[in-house]
């Protein structure tokens, strides 16, 4: 069984090999209404991409890449726990995914270590502008990557120490709104 942290790391790379310095990820438990939502946007030139395209797993838009799993088993994934997956037009002018689905369904997959995920995906590339929002009902945390970056300026940063303190922080924001793998 694959986790959502997976997911969410396949799509923040496709965004960045398709030219996104921005990337917004949204996670969102509503318990009341037994639902998690999570939204990926960018802000690199859209993709077209089909139904027929996600659905087919040996088929890529992309010269050079002949499978592509992300989006067909996110979307498979979502399914499988009573929800669904759009990919559309991002308001950053990117591309916009978003995959809905029943917390409580027995075949919903873990969240895994996101922070872990998302801190190497800033370790590789920390000037890329990760905006994170995480909500559980009322309560909400919202970090931005760019402003880790000029924090750790002052004292010198790297792509690792931007990366440990994504971790850091992501970590205990998951673990403050009680989210668990």
Excluded at 5 to 29: C, K, M, P, Q, Y
Aim: hydrophobic residues 40%; glycine residues 8%.
């Amino acid at each position: 069984m694959s986790d959502l942290a997976t997911r969410i790391l396949d799509i923040i790379e496709n965004s960045v090999r398709a030219g996104a310095n921005v990337i917004s990820v949204s996670f969102e438990e509503d318990r009341d209404e037994d639902r998690l939502s999570l939204t990926i946007e960018d802000n690199a030139p859209g993709v077209k991409i089909s139904g027929e395209m996600i659905d087919d797993y040996f088929r890529s838009n992309r010269v050079g890449k002949r499978m592509k799993l992300g989006l067909s088993l996110l979307r498979n994934e979502a399914r499988q726990a009573g929800g669904y997956m759009t990919v559309e037009r991002s308001d950053l002018g990117g591309t916009k995914v978003k995959a809905t689905m029943e917390i409580g369904h027995i075949d919903r997959c873990p969240v895994g270590d996101l922070a872990a995920s998302l801190a190497s995906v800033v370790c590789e590339n920390p000037l890329l502008d990760i905006w994170l929002m995480f909500r559980v009902g009322q309560n909400e945390y919202r970090m931005r990557v760019e402003e880790i970056v000029a924090e750790l300026k002052k004292s010198g940063f790297s792509g690792l120490t931007v990366a440990r303190k994504v971790h850091e922080q992501v970590k205990q924001a998951l673990e403050s709104l009680q989210i668990t793998a």
